[in-house]
Nanobody, 127 residues
Framework: QVQLEESGGGLVQAGGSLRLSCAAS????????LGWFRQPPGKEREFVAG????????RYSDSVKGRFTISRDNAQNTVYLQMNSLKSEDTAVYYC????????????????????WGQGTQVTVSS
């Protein structure tokens, strides 16, 4: 079992930055691909970013590409999401997730691949 806990959410003005963290316990994350998803108010949960087990490959949704950066520190058992140039439409609950199986990067958006999920952290961007 892997337990994931997000932190770093909060209220920020448009144009600002936040860095989300997701710390794992129970097992080392080195064996897991990782992803960040978000659920805006009144909408379905959507893919934001993914990173491979080794951290050498990343993938982003079109809406955050160039503004968000996913990274991982396997020694700290933590995955990060650096969010810059935030917009009001980035307001959402952000979740991290872990998948043990292999998946090509074009499939990382699929929530079905992820066995473990955190509880989420709220990000609110004021305009």
């Amino acid at each position: 079992q892997v337990q994931l806990e997000e932190s770093g959410g909060g209220l920020v003005q448009a144009g600002g930055s936040l860095r989300l963290s997701c710390a794992a316990s129970g097992r080392t994350l080195i064996s897991y691909g990782l992803g960040w998803f978000r659920q805006p108010p009144g909408k379905e949960r959507e893919f934001v970013a993914g990173i491979s087990k080794g951290g050498t490959s990343t993938r982003y949704s079109d809406s955050v590409k160039g503004r968000f950066t996913i990274s991982r520190d396997n020694a700290q058992n933590t995955v990060y999401l650096q969010m810059n140039s935030l917009k009001s439409e980035d307001t959402a609950v952000y979740y991290c997730a872990a998948r043990s199986g292999f998946a090509v990067d074009t499939m990382w958006y699929s929530q079905r691949l992820y066995e473990y999920w955190g509880q989420g952290t709220q990000v609110t961007v004021s305009s």
